[in-house]
C-alpha cells in the first residue's frame, strides 16, 4: 500500500496527523508533499500550525464532509505489524 493511501485512509478516520506521527506510522519523511499530492487529487486537508514548549508544526486534518463515519464501538488500529500503535 503506498504512503498515499494510508495517509489518506488515516486522515478519514477524523485523527489529526503531524510530521513526527506520519513518520512513525507510515515511513514518510516527507508528509508535506504526500499531502500536497493528495490535495491534487481532489482532496481537502486542512492544515492548522500548533506551537508546543516552543516548536510549530503542522497539524493535518480531512475536511469533516469527507472523514468515514465511525462504527458503533470501532477503533481505527494503526498496522500493529509494522510498529503502529492502536488509536482508539
Do not use: W
Request: net charge positive.
Amino acid at each position: 500500500m503506498s504512503q498515499n493511501t494510508e495517509i489518506l485512509a488515516f486522515l478519514k478516520t477524523g485523527h489529526p496527523l503531524t510530521a513526527i506521527n506520519a513518520l512513525t506510522y507510515f515511513s514518510c519523511f516527507r508528509l508535506a508533499a504526500r499531502i500536497q499530492d493528495l490535495r491534487d487529487k481532489g482532496y481537502r486537508i486542512e492544515a492548522q500550525m500548533v506551537s508546543n514548549n516552543g516548536r510549530h508544526y503542522a497539524e493535518y486534518t480531512m475536511a469533516v464532509a469527507d472523514r468515514i463515519p465511525p462504527h458503533a464501538g470501532e477503533s481505527f488500529e494503526l498496522y500493529p505489524a509494522r510498529g503502529g500503535r492502536s488509536l482508539g
